[in-house]
Nanobody, 115 residues
């Protein structure tokens, strides 16, 4: 079983920055993919960014060049550095971990970008 604890959400003005963190705990040996999804009101949950254990990254087109996903394998933690935030980035951000062919989700953290 994998538990995920997220932190770092909040309210920021457009153009500002936030950094999200998600720490995994439990009996874990090696996590394949770690990443972030988001869900805005009335919309489906969508991929924001993810990173494999080997460091390969994948980003949504809308965040490329503004967001950076990274991970610390020793700490079992994934990060999302968000720069040049826009009001349309407002959403609940969910950490996602794929481990042993099972997908785990964090509880979600609210990110609100004011114009």
């Amino acid at each position: 079983q994998v538990q995920l604890v997220e932190s770092g959400g909040g309210l920021v003005q457009a153009g500002g920055s936030l950094k999200l963190s998600c720490a995994a705990s439990g009996t874990i040996f090696s996590i394949d993919v770690m990443g972030w999804y988001r869900q805005a009101p009335g919309k489906q949950r969508e991929l924001v960014a993810e990173v494999t254990s080997g460091g390969r990254t994948n980003y949504a087109h809308s965040v490329k060049g503004r967001f950076t996903v990274s991970r610390d394998n020793a700490k079992k933690t994934v990060y999302l550095q968000m720069n040049s935030l826009k009001p349309e980035d407002t959403a609940v951000y969910y950490c996602k971990v794929d481990y042993n062919h099972v997908r785990y989700w964090g509880q979600g953290t609210q990110v609100t970008v004011s114009s």
